[in-house]
Structures are given as structure tokens and as C-alpha cells.
């Protein structure tokens, strides 16, 4: 079965604490791994995708990376603006539209 | 350039009555897509429409709920006889197509309460 599992669940930093958070995800042939972002009372905003494993990409503070079986979305000197939940979803090959999403992690930045 | 419309943000609904969430997506994309969301848990796909014609509802219960995006006007994810199980936020998102990994632009959902 597909799944995708994000860690940690909540995730408290000072402000200019670098981290990284994680996206695990089963799925039989991957065509695209999607990161968004999501404010409260707020629908997700694109961040990212990637294709490949070894692919990278980056955005202001934000990099995400991909290997065969998970994604990480490294924070680099987050800002309090950064606070948001951050949700993983991937694309079977066997579907051009369909979406697997994970719960989300939770981000806060304390000044 | 406006970006996908739902409204209302907030519909307050007891049971047993209709709930009608309407999804303006971006001009110009011509794929909707239905979502639901619950505190805690991932984003789950209810329905996937294109102009006039309903592509996947594999997500969505058979019975209550149906959806719609006519040639004019808003997509409508329509709820009857609405339980409290149905409360949740609905999130409407739309693309220009599917072939290329499109990535899905969201609405600020509508938030549904069964009382």
C-alpha cells in the first residue's frame, strides 16, 4: 500500500536553529515528491518538486533532497516567518493526478 | 492574478441539512480537484473534475456527497443529510493539466461544522 509518513510531528527551534525535517513514503514507482507549505486557517502553498533520486532544490532557507525512500526539507537559520506546517505528498507512476499526502510536521521558530 | 476562490470560509450547518462548497479555480485552469482535511491528519482526495465532466470520484462516499464543474461558473462539492463526522475543511485546488506533475494551486478551504 502507498503511505507516506512524516517526522517529527512538531518541531520547536530558536531562531537560527538549523534542522532538517523528514518524509518517508512507499510507493510502487515514483513520478513526482511534492512539498508544501501550509499556514494556519490556509491552504498549502507549493514549495517544491522532485523527480528523481539525487535530485536537490532550494529556496530562500529552504532545500529539499530525494533518495529512494524519503525527502528531507533542510531548514537552514529559520526566521519566525518560516512557522508553518510543512506537508509531503507524492505522485504514483500509475497516476498523473492523484496525490499520497503525509500528516505534516509542524515547524515553530521562536525569536 | 486571483488565485482559486472557495467560499464560504466558514459554513456552519446542523444535521441533516445540505452544505454547498463552491471552488473558483485559477483563470485559465481547467482541472479541479476536491480535498478533505481533519485536524492532525493528511490532506485526503475526494474528487477530480474537468470542465463538465467528473474524471475520479474514488474518493468520495457514494452516498451525500456529489460534485460538479459546470462549463459556467464555480465548482460545487455538494453534501446532504451532512452528519457530524462530515466537519472538516474542504480544499478545492486546480492545474493547467496533469501530464507534467502540474503542481496544485489551493484555496484557503471552507471549514465545515455539523452541529
Known amino acids: 500500500e502507498d503511505q507516506v509518513t512524516q517526522s517529527p510531528e512538531a518541531l520547536r527551534l530558536q531562531e537560527g536553529e538549523s534542522s532538517s525535517l523528514n518524509c518517508s513514503y512507499t510507493v510502487s514507482g515514483l513520478r513526482g515528491l511534492f512539498w508544501y507549505r501550509q499556514d494556519p486557517g490556509k491552504g498549502p502553498e507549493f514549495l517544491f518538486t522532485l523527480y528523481s533520486a539525487g535530485e536537490e532544490k532550494e529556496k530562500e532557507r529552504l532545500k529539499a533532497t530525494l533518495t529512494k525512500k524519503e525527502s528531507f526539507l533542510h531548514i537552514t537559520a529559520p526566521k519566525p516567518e518560516d512557522s508553518a506546517t510543512y506537508l509531503c505528498a507524492v505522485q504514483a507512476a500509475r497516476s498523473n493526478y492523484q496525490l499520497i499526502w503525509g500528516a505534516g510536521t509542524k515547524l515553530i521558530i521562536k525569536p | 492574478n486571483a488565485g482559486v476562490m472557495q467560499n464560504p470560509r466558514h459554513l456552519v450547518r446542523r444535521r441533516g441539512q445540505e452544505a454547498r462548497l463552491r471552488c473558483s479555480p485559477v483563470?485559465?485552469?481547467?482541472?479541479v480537484y476536491w480535498y478533505r482535511q481533519l485536524p492532525e491528519e493528511g490532506l485526503k482526495f475526494m474528487v477530480y473534475?474537468?470542465?463538465?465532466?467528473?474524471?475520479?470520484e474514488s474518493g468520495m462516499p457514494k452516498e451525500r456527497f456529489s460534485a460538479e464543474f459546470p462549463k459556467e461558473g464555480p465548482s460545487i462539492l455538494r453534501i446532504q443529510q451532512v452528519v457530524r463526522g462530515d466537519s472538516a475543511a474542504y480544499f478545492c485546488a486546480s492545474s493547467p493539466k496533469t501530464q507534467d506533475n502540474s503542481p496544485l494551486h489551493f484555496g484557503n478551504g471552507t471549514r465545515l461544522t455539523v452541529t
Open positions: 473534475l474537468q470542465k463538465e465532466n467528473i474524471i475520479d
Open positions: 483563470k485559465g485552469h481547467s482541472h
